[in-house]
C-alpha cells in the first residue's frame, strides 16, 4: 500500500467520479483506476461500486474514510516536520512550472542575487500538477505554479486542506501557433475542432493541468507531440510542418513572432482556455527575510507584466 493510492481512493470518494478525480489529481483516468484496483486487491476489498451514476463508495469504503484521512495527514505532517530547517538559510528552493520559468525566472534571479548575492538559489522546474505536492513536502519553500481558472475552486480547497497560501499573479490563455507559410497563417482565428488533423505540438505542463474545459480535449488530436521546453516547440514550428498551442505569454516578446518574423499566432476560439498562474507558501513555514524577499520579488515582477494582445 502506498500513500499515494490512500490519497487516490479520497479524492475518489469526494468527487464520486473517477473522471473528476483523474482531473483534479492530474493524472489520467487508466492510471488511477489501476491505482484503486490494486489496492483493492491488495485489501481483498471492494471500496466502490461502480453505477452509472459514478463512483459509489461500499460500507466497507465509508468505514475507512476516517483511517485514510488520518494517515495521509499524518503522512504529510511527518514529511513538514522532517524537512523542516530551523537555521537561517544559505540555500532557498523554489518550485515552478515550465511556462512560469520560462516567463519570469531570468528576472526574479537576477534581482535576488542582485539584493542578497552569497545566496544559493535553486530552481526546480517540473509540471504544473508537481507544484503545490512539492511545497507541502518541504523540498521548496516557495511554488509557482499554473491551473485552469475553471479549476482553481477546487485548487484552493486542496492547498487549503494541506493549509498553503494560494495567491493569483497572472491570468493568461492559448494561443494557436504556426508558420507564416502555413494554410490557416491568413485566417482571422483558428477553431480548436480545425485543428484535431494537425501534427499539433503542446507543452506537456497543459496537458496535466487541464487547461481545457472539456476534459481530456487534448485526446481528441489525432497527431499530437508534448515537450516539456517551450523553445523546442518554436524550432519545430518554423520547419513549417506543425502548428502548436502555446501560452500567449510565452509568445508574445518572441522576435519569430513580430511582424517580420518566421511564426504567426492567432486567437484560438471554441474552448475555454483560460488559465492563471499562481504563488504559493506553507502557511506554517516560518519564513526567512530573504524568502520573504523573494515572495515580494515575485508579486512585483508578475505586476510588471502589463497586458498584452499579439494574437
Known amino acids: 500500500m502506498r500513500i499515494e493510492q490512500l490519497d487516490y ?10 473522471s473528476q478525480a483523474a482531473n483534479n489529481l492530474y493524472i489520467g483516468q487508466p492510471t488511477l483506476s489501476a491505482a484503486i484496483n490494486s489496492l483493492e486487491k491488495e485489501l481483498d476489498i471492494k471500496l466502490f461500486k461502480r453505477t452509472k451514476a459514478g463512483m459509489e463508495l461500499t460500507p466497507i469504503g465509508q468505514e475507512l ?3 485514510a484521512e488520518t494517515a495521509v495527514a499524518d503522512f504529510y505532517a511527518i514529511k513538514k516536520r522532517a524537512t523542516k530547517k530551523i537555521v537561517v538559510k544559505s540555500h532557498i528552493h523554489l518550485a515552478c512550472d515550465a511556462s512560469a ?12 542575487k542582485a539584493q542578497f548575492p552569497t545566496i544559493n538559489l535553486h530552481i526546480h522546474e517540473m509540471l504544473p500538477a508537481e507544484v503545490l505536492r512539492f511545497v507541502v513536502e518541504g523540498n521548496a519553500t516557495i ?7 475553471y479549476i482553481l475552486p477546487k485548487h484552493q480547497e486542496y492547498a487549503d486542506d494541506l493549509n498553503l497560501f494560494i495567491k493569483p499573479l497572472l491570468h493568461d490563455e492559448i494561443c494557436f501557433c504556426c508558420h507564416t507559410q502555413h494554410p490557416m497563417a491568413s485566417a482571422a482565428a483558428v477553431s480548436f475542432h480545425d485543428i484535431l488533423d494537425e501534427a499539433a505540438l503542446i507543452p506537456e505542463g497543459l496537458v496535466y493541468q487541464g487547461i481545457f474545459k472539456t476534459p481530456h480535449a487534448y485526446q481528441e488530436i489525432n497527431n499530437l507531440c508534448t515537450f516539456s ?13 506543425f502548428i502548436a498551442l502555446l501560452p500567449q505569454r510565452l509568445v508574445q516578446n518572441d522576435p519569430h513572432f513580430q511582424k517580420d518574423g518566421l511564426l504567426k499566432a492567432l486567437p484560438l476560439i471554441n474552448h475555454d482556455n483560460h488559465y492563471l498562474q499562481y504563488l504559493t507558501y506553507c ?23 502589463s497586458p498584452k494582445c499579439i494574437c
Open 9 to 18: 481512493f479520497l479524492t475518489i470518494a469526494r468527487y464520486g467520479s473517477i
Open 65 to 67: 474514510i476516517p483511517l
Open 101 to 112: 520559468s520560462y516567463l519570469t525566472i531570468e528576472q526574479i534571479i537576477s534581482r535576488c
Open 143 to 149: 511554488g509557482i505554479g499554473s491551473v485552469a481558472d
Open 229 to 241: 521546453n517551450p523553445e523546442t516547440i518554436k524550432s519545430l514550428l518554423i520547419n513549417g510542418q
Open 283 to 305: 502557511k506554517e513555514h516560518p519564513l526567512s527575510e530573504i524568502e520573504q524577499y523573494l515572495l515580494d520579488l515575485i508579486e512585483s515582477v508578475y505586476q510588471e507584466l
